[in-house]
C-alpha cells in the first residue's frame, strides 16, 4: 500500500522554492500527518494510461477574427523560452486539453525557438501564415517573476502595445492579431487536434519529506543570519525540501508552527514505540534537534545540528537520530543529568516575607539556604542541605522548613512567605535530588536509593531522608 494513503491533510497551499542557483519558481505544498509534499505543475496524457511527455505538437488556424487567441511571455533574454502566459476566453474550450498555460514553446513550423528572444517569436508567429503548428512542452519550473497564474480561468487582456515592439515580461497577444472585443466562438473544425490523445495540467510529486526526526530552520547553514518568510525542510536521511520561501511572514510563521507541531507528535508516538523495548529506569524523556555553536579559528560562530536524546539519567548528543539499540552505544557524547543540572543551576535567590519584612532566600548548590534582610544584606539563618529535614507548604504562598541543628540535633522551623511558591519548591527538590545524584550516579535509576529523595507525606507535605 501506498504509505501517503494513511497521510491526514493538514495544510495546504502556494509558495516559492528556490533549489540550487534556479530562479524561485511557484509550488505546492501539502502537508499531511507524517510527510511533506512539495509539487510542482506538470502536463500528463490522460487519454489512456496516463504518462507524462516532454513534448507535444498542436496544429492551430489563424482566425480572421480573434487571431491565435494566445499571449506569450519569456525568452532568450531571460534564460527561459517563450511561454504560453494567456489563453482568450473563446479559445479556451477549444484548446482543452491541448494547450495550457505555463507551455514553452519550442518550434513554430518546425522553425526552433528555444533560444529565441521575446521579440523573434513575435514576429516568426506574425508571419507563421494562417496554419501554424506548434511543439510546446510544459515549463515545470516557470520563474516566478513571469506571475503565471496556476489555472486556466485567465482570458487574455487587451495591450496598449498596438505598435510593433512587446516586452518580455509583459503578455504579447495584440501583435498576434487577438482581438479582445471579438465574440465569435470558433468551430472545432478551426482547431485539429491530436487524435486519441488528451491531456491535463496536474500537481504532481517533486519531493517528499518524511517528518519523523526531521529538521527544519529558517537560518542559513551554520550561521545565526535568519532568512525573512523562507525556511528549508530536510528530512533524517539528508533530503533537503531546498528553500521554501512564503508569501508573507504570517504565512511563514503558520507553516513553521505546523510543521513543528506534526514533527512533535511523531515524535512523541515513536518515544512510546521504543520505550516497550527499555525498562522503566530507561525510559527515553525527550528526542529532539538542536544547533552547537563551535568556536572556530577562521570563523567566529559555525553552528552545527545535532540530534539530542535524554533518557534515564543521562543526556545523548547524537550525530544523527538513533535507529536502533546498538545506536545508542555510539553517541557522540553523553551527560550525566545531575551533572548538567549543577552547571546550570548552582545559586538562586527568591524574594520572600517574615513577619511583614522583605527578605531574600538564596539556595546554593554548594552552601546550602541562606535568609537575609533585603535592605541590609544581614544573613538572619544558614543552613546546609544535610541539615533539611522536611517541608511542608499551604499550596499558595507559605514554606515550613524543618531543619536539624547540628549541635543540639533538634528541629528548627523555619517559615517564609514567597510570591512564587512552586518555583521555590521545584527549585529545591532539583537541587537535592542533583546532591543524592552526585553521591550515587546510579539513584535516578536504581530503586535501592529511592528513600533517599523527597517524598510526600501528606498534603504539601515532604519529608527527607539522607
Known sequence: MDFRTTCEETKTGICLLQDGNQEPFKVRLHLAKDILMIQEQDVICVSGEPFYSGERTVTIRRQTVGGFGLSIKGGAEHNIPVVISKISKEQRAELSGLLFIGDAILQIN????RKCRHEEVVQVLRNAGEEVTLTVSFLKRAPAFLKLPLNEDCACAPSDQSSGTSSPLCDSGLHLNYHPNNTDTLSCSSWPTSPGLRWEKRWCDLRLIPLLHSRFSQYLPGSDLCRQNAFQVIAVDGVCSGIIQCLSAEDCIDWLQAIASNISNLTKHNIKKINRNFPVNQQIVYMGWTEEREQDSLQDRMYTPKFLALRGSSLYKFMAPPVTTWDWTRAEKTFSVYEIMCKIFKCKTYACVLESHLMGLTIDFSTGFVCFDAATKAVLWRYKFSQLKGSSDDGKSKIKFLFQNPDNKQIEAKELEFSNLFAV??????????????????????????????????????????
Open 110 to 113: 518546425g522553425i526552433n525557438v
Open 425 to 466: 519548591l521545584h527549585c529545591i527538590h532539583s537541587f537535592f535530588a542533583a546532591k543524592v545524584a552526585c553521591l550515587d550516579p546510579l539513584y535516578v535509576g536504581s530503586q535501592a536509593t529511592a528513600s533517599a529523595a523527597p517524598t510526600t507525606s501528606g498534603t504539601g507535605k515532604l519529608k527527607y531522608t539522607t
